[in-house]
């Protein structure tokens, strides 16, 4: 006699139904921060105590009671003790390679006397090979009275090696007396097209080179090897975390008198390598050399905006004027300090105003260098000429740097909807240097107007420039919002001060609008990428009127990444 066949008790099968059906309605976080005060930059629900994370990318945002529902088999459940935390920072403008490489380099930053810049050059003189290059950067002239540095300082010490020394801003440089006579330096030489040799009273020159003259010295210097290039991106993505950053806009290393191909050489050697290799570490926006813009549109028809989740290809940057430390921003009224000197325009007009048409009918994001107060009008209005020949479209133009604004300068901003990619940290330098190369008036009228431009509904993105100035978001927010450099009783022009909220934006959901990163970054918002900084404050409220903190803790995509 057969056997009936045995049914499941319909309890218990209804009972691992629902089960299953909860589980697909509510996924299993695989991380939980509860007990904290979560800032958001997101408007729809700016403060949370707690956050789930699955797959990398939030999944819920609340309080502990709504979160918890997300908790199962194997959710990580992090108790932050009341901790404030952010969004990852988004550097939105540096030289990451660059910066990289400079830190296996002669480091000359913050260095205020003659006598320890001719220190540190003559312990790196000790330790190279004799006829090798001694290369540095970082210097910054301001700090010790304002007296360009010489050849004749450094030439005793480096018989048998040329130097390249290059200045903080990037727009100019020191070669020693051997650099010179390899790149045939003479007096006799004639100042190159958007560059200057610096020449003593007697006509010879005395080794400093400014904009696009420096490239008499570095078309000699030995290309850096591949496997160094690769290093410099492994140290400075470990730098980037310690600072809370988790994605940069990197500008590349192309500076004026550069080789635009320096960027697509990193991009095909380094980037490409590291994302094949699994050992990116934090998120890269890549701009390159408006020059080869066609190369940049093959790339995206190819592959697209989207490398992967840790390479974005951005757009094309191009140069307007030089810096205002090496007296080369292009300004409407003289250099108080070179009375005939009214600054450099790097780009033809008529040729940047074609590459940008061309750039822009391809679709790409532009982004143009301009310090000057002169600049800043000229690309609006060439920004102006090219949205009305191209016609309506989301393009965000940006402004880098957008340092001396004259009156009325911020309102165009808004109105043109142009994005002022902006450095806090570097007025803490500029503060003194400004008065004395423009005069108190301009200086405390045009400079670093942070507050004019949010009034005028600008969207302003935060970066460092570095390594012009260290990459650190949370000085950076600190600067913003006080203005107080570091000899100064009171802040520089109090009236440009911004709110702690104002300056996480421009780090966090700003910069990601700023290069149409905000679908995946820049806010803690269900669905986004889940990179966060848990910081050492339990205090919003001490945060914001003191803005003092540090980073206790980085996470990329929901995985902690520092310490």
């Known amino acids: 006699m057969r056997q009936p066949r045995r049914h499941l008790p ?24 509860r007990n904290g005060v979560i800032y958001t930059s997101d408007d729809s629900l700016p403060f949370a105590e707690s956050m789930a994370v699955a797959n990398g990318r939030v999944l819920r945002v609340g309080n502990h009671s709504f979160v918890k529902e997300l908790e199962g088999y194997g959710t990580q459940v992090l108790d932050l ?13 540096v030289h990451f390679i660059a910066g990289g490489l400079q830190m296996m380099q002669v480091e000359l930053r913050g260095v205020n006397k003659k006598e320890e810049f001719v220190r540190r050059v003559k312990d790196a003189a000790q330790s190279s090979k004799q006829g090798s290059w001694i290369l540095g950067g970082g210097w910054n002239n301001d700090l010790w009275e304002g007296d360009l540095p010489a050849a004749s300082w450094i030439d005793d010490i480096t018989p048998n090696n040329p130097v390249w020394l290059s ?46 003259a420096v490239t008499l010295i570095t078309s000699l210097i030995p290309e850096d090897s591949v496997d160094d290039r690769r290093e410099a991106l492994l140290r400075a993505s470990n730098l980037a975390l310690t600072r809370g950053v988790t994605t940069v806009v990197d500008m590349g290393r192309y500076y004026p008198g550069f080789s635009p191909e320096l960027s697509w050489d990193d991009f095909s050697d380094v980037y490409q390598w590291a994302n094949s290799m699994s050992k990116m570490k934090i998120r890269v926006c890549l701009f390159f050399s408006m020059e080869t813009r066609s190369r940049l549109v093959d790339l995206i ?32 009224e003289p250099y108080v300090d070179e009375p005939d000197n009214y600054g450099l325009q790097l780009t033809e007009p008529e040729a940047l105003l074609n590459m940008t048409l061309e750039s822009d009918l391809y679709g790409l994001q532009v982004a143009i260098h301009a310090i000057g107060d002169k600049t800043n009008d000229l690309i609006l209005d060439l920004y102006s000429s090219v949205a009305s020949a191209n016609g309506m479209r989301d393009r965000r133009f940006r402004i880098e ?41 301009r200086a405390d009228t045009e400079s670093y107007l942070f507050r004019s431009l949010l009034n005028n509904n600008a969207l302003v993105a935060f970066g460092s420039d570095w390594p012009v100035v260290d990459i650190n978001p949370l000085s950076g927010i600190k600067t913003a919002m006080k203005r107080t450099p570091p000899t100064w009783e009171s802040a520089w022009i109090p009236s440009e001060c911004i709110s702690l909220d104002d300056a996480i934006k421009a780090y966090t959901i700003s910069a990601a609008r700023a290069s149409f990163l905000d679908k995946d970054l820049g806010s803690l918002s269900p669905g986004k990428l889940a990179d966060f900084v848990i910081l050492s404050t339990d205090s919003w409220q001490d945060f914001a009127e003191d803005a003092d903190a540090s980073i206790e803790q980085t996470y990329v995509s929901g995985v902690r990444a520092y310490p």
Request: proline letters at 4%; zero cysteines.
């Open 167 to 212: 200045r903080v801003d990037g727009h100019m440089g020191l070669a020693n007396s051997v650099a010179l006579k390899l790149a045939g330096i003479t007096n006799l030489t004639a100042d190159p097209m958007g560059g200057i040799i610096v020449r003593a009273a007697n006509g010879e020159p005395t080794g400093v080179l400014i904009d696009s």
């Open 301 to 332: 028809n190819k592959v697209g905006h989207t490398l992967s989740e840790w390479i974005y290809i951005g757009g094309v940057k191009a140069f307007a004027d030089g810096s205002l430390g090496s007296n080369s921003a292009l300004l409407y």
């Open 401 to 441: 740097h957008a340092q001396q604004l004259a009156a009325g300068t911020p309102g165009r901003f808004g109105k043109q909807r142009v994005i002022a990619s902006m450095q806090p940290d570097q007025l803490l330098d500029d503060a003194d240097s400004t008065s004395k190369k423009l005069g108190k008036d």
């Open 81 to 93: 003790g009341g901790k404030v935390v952010v969004p990852g920072f988004i550097d939105s403008h």
């Open 10 to 33: 319909h309890l218990e099968f209804s009972f691992n139904f629902w089960a299953w059906k909860s589980q697909l309605s509510h996924p299993v976080a695989d991380l939980v921060l």
